[in-house]
Structures are given as C-alpha cells and as structure tokens.
C-alpha cells in the first residue's frame, strides 16, 4: 500500500498541480483500503474472541466481547466502544456486505459510504435478500463518492425498498413523544452526533437563542456557522455563554 508509488508528503512541494491531485487521489484510495485492512483485522479477533461455547463463556469472569472490545481498544488507540462499533461494521463487511467489503478494501468507496450502508442494511435478516442487496449495492455505491450523506442514504434505502420493504429503517413521528438520543453507529471517530426531538415551541426557543449566540462571535472567527452554534450550545451546558 506505501510501496512509493504515491508521492509522500515531502514530495508535493515539487510535483505540479496535476500530480498533486493524482496523489490526493492516491492516498484517498489508500486510506480506504487501509481502514478496511483495520476493520477486517478487528473483526477476525472478534470472531475468535467471540467464537467460545456458551458452556466456555460461563467460566469467564470477562464476557469474551467486552474482553475483545478492550483489547482492540488498547491496539489502535480508542475507547471499547467505539472499537467494537467498529469491529462490528467489519464482521458486517465480511459476512453479511462481502461484496461492499471487497469494494471498500481496494480502495473504491470511503469508510464514510461504508459506515452509512452498514447502519442502513442493518434490519435486513434474510441471508438471500441481504446478499441480492449487497450485489445490488456493489454495482452501484462507486459513483456515490460525491453525494450527500442524505443522498446516499436514499439510494441505499431505494436498493433496500425494491428488496426488503420491512428492512428500511423508519422515523415515526407521529404521536411520537419528546426524546433525545446521542450517539449512533454511523458516526465519525471522535464524534458524536445528537439527535432531538422537541415540541415546536421549544425548538423555536433554542433556535433563536443558538442563532444569537452564535451570531455575537467576532467577525473573524475562522469558524463555520455551524462550529459556532456547536460550541454555543455545548458550551451553554459547561456554563460558560
């Protein structure tokens, strides 16, 4: 993967425009075949940590999947959590998405499409409807590089449809009581994403005072809008306006 055949970064300073964006390209490619080669790691220890007899897991004092959890959480750096969602998504990519995988470890599709399609395909049971909607999927995920999350999560949810309507995962609203939720397999590494749901007036109200806040920072503040309504709310729970 690093044999030399994309410039290094002390290389860029003298390649031309052209070559510079050939090597963006490069490393992208690489990046994506990396974080597979990782996943596909972690879900081969998760598979032999995981593999025991409910008999053999009776006499551990650790569950097998949380000792794997730690141990790969200690051997890349991250917190047990988000190691497993991660050795998750890679045993997902190995039995259940191998066409998707194969994809994803030739450096085709980001790890950012890969999360999406795991979290999306995650209600289909059926073995044979899961595996027309991975071939499905494979044919056509490598001209959605570009889109939007939400685009792809509609292309993806159209393959599912034509499937396995009872496998699209769907957002109920009505009726639906007040709730918030943090957190979500599909998430960056080091981020949490927050989800909300809230009575019309409420939203009105946090709204106009998020905008407020964040309208008020310098202006030269290099942050997006969006940065700045962040730090004003999470920093509004700190206690610091």
Not at 17 to 31: F, K, S, T
Not at 33 to 41: H, T, Y
Not at 209 to 236: F, I, K
Request: proline share 4%.
């Amino acid at each position: 993967m690093f044999d030399g055949s994309v410039p290094g970064i002390g290389q860029l300073g003298s390649l031309s425009d052209a070559a510079v964006i050939d090597a963006a390209a490069g490393w992208a490619r690489a990046e994506a075949a990396a974080a597979a080669a990782k996943l596909a790691a972690m879900a081969e220890l998760f598979s032999r940590r995981t593999g025991a007899s409910t008999e053999e897991r009776e006499r551990w004092w650790v569950d097998p999947q949380a000792a794997a959890g730690a141990e790969l959480a200690a051997a890349v750096n991250i917190s047990a959590r988000l190691a497993l969602y991660q050795a998750h998504r890679g045993t997902v990519l190995r039995e259940q998405l191998p066409k998707v995988g194969e994809l994803f470890a030739a450096g085709v599709i980001s790890d950012e499409v890969v999360r999406v399609i795991v979290y999306r395909t995650g209600l289909i049971t059926d073995e044979q409807v899961l595996a027309a909607v991975d071939a499905e999927l494979a044919a056509r995920v490598s001209r959605w590089g570009p889109w939007s999350v939400k685009k792809v999560q509609t292309a993806i949810d159209a393959v599912i449809e034509q499937h396995d309507p009872g496998g699209l995962r769907q957002i109920h609203q009505s009726n639906a009581d007040p709730a918030v939720q943090f957190g979500s397999p599909t998430d960056a590494p080091g981020m949490t994403s927050l989800w909300a749901r809230l009575y019309a007036p409420d939203a009105a109200v946090i709204e106009a005072a998020v905008d407020e806040m964040a309208a008020g920072v310098c202006e030269g503040d290099p942050r997006s809008l969006g940065a700045c309504q962040v730090v004003c709310v999470s920093g509004g729970f700190r206690g610091r306006g």
